[in-house]
């Protein structure tokens, strides 16, 4: 199994009021901080998390315009194979474009990481029944963390795809595992806050109910 965090061309790409094209900014947004976090062990405590997120844009960008012509989405590769051509425009990014291009170059060398996340997606994104199965993934708190946002967003992503009126359902299991993650909590927890906006039920089942009276997102 396989998920290509990576958008399709066809969905990174918008149709504005005039008829023009315009990258999806949100998804853009996603990918590049994606990114950052794979580059940049220790982001949140980053001086230059700025001039990071705007590396990570730029060879997101050209990614996308080197595999155009492939007919592919892009994969890890392509964005590592930027940041190692990369061309600073000012002297301050370019330690910051080295270390993001060791630290995702290693990520695509490591055997574990690289298939599941460096490859085309087997699986269909369209399809309107999903499993996601995280077991196994503690032993790699870093790749659960990628696969968890790239999760998140896909989820939100085909939650608001279809109309509020449509009712969507989530649930989550042995959710006390996902309770002990930070990221993981922080998805349930906005599930539970905001799903129903979009007409989505949340369901989260756990041996024992302490397990959410002793966590953090309890008042979600």
């Given at each position: 199994i396989s998920f290509n965090p990576f958008f399709p061309h066809e969905e990174i790409i918008l149709r504005r009021g005039d008829g023009r094209a315009a990258v999806d900014e949100e998804k853009v947004s996603f990918l590049k901080q994606l990114v950052a976090v794979m580059a940049v062990p220790n982001l949140a405590e980053?001086?230059?998390?700025?001039?990071?997120?705007?590396?990570?844009?730029?060879?997101?960008l050209q990614a996308y315009s080197g595999t155009k012509a492939k007919g592919r989405a892009p994969l890890l590769r392509d964005v590592v194979e930027q940041l190692q051509g990369y061309q600073a425009s000012q002297p301050e990014y370019e330690p910051l474009a080295r270390d993001m291009f060791l630290q995702l170059q290693a990520w695509t060398k490591d055997p574990i990481r690289s298939r599941l996340i460096d490859r085309p997606s087997t699986f269909s994104s369209n399809a309107k029944f999903q499993v996601f199965d995280f077991f196994g993934l503690e032993k790699d708190k870093d790749l659960a963390t990628v696969l968890l946002l790239s999760v998140s967003?896909?989820?939100?992503?085909?939650?608001?795809?279809?109309?509020?009126?449509v009712t969507k359902f989530v649930l989550f299991d042995e959710c006390w595992k996902l309770l002990t993650h930070p990221v993981a909590a922080d998805i349930v927890a906005e599930l539970y806050r905001t799903g129903r906006k979009w007409g989505a039920a949340t369901w989260a089942i756990t041996q024992n109910l302490n397990d959410f009276l002793n966590s953090p997102i309890h008042g979600a």
């Open positions: 980053h001086s230059k998390k700025a001039l990071i997120f705007d590396i990570a844009r730029t060879v997101i967003f896909y989820v939100w992503s085909t939650i608001q795809k279809y109309p509020r009126d």
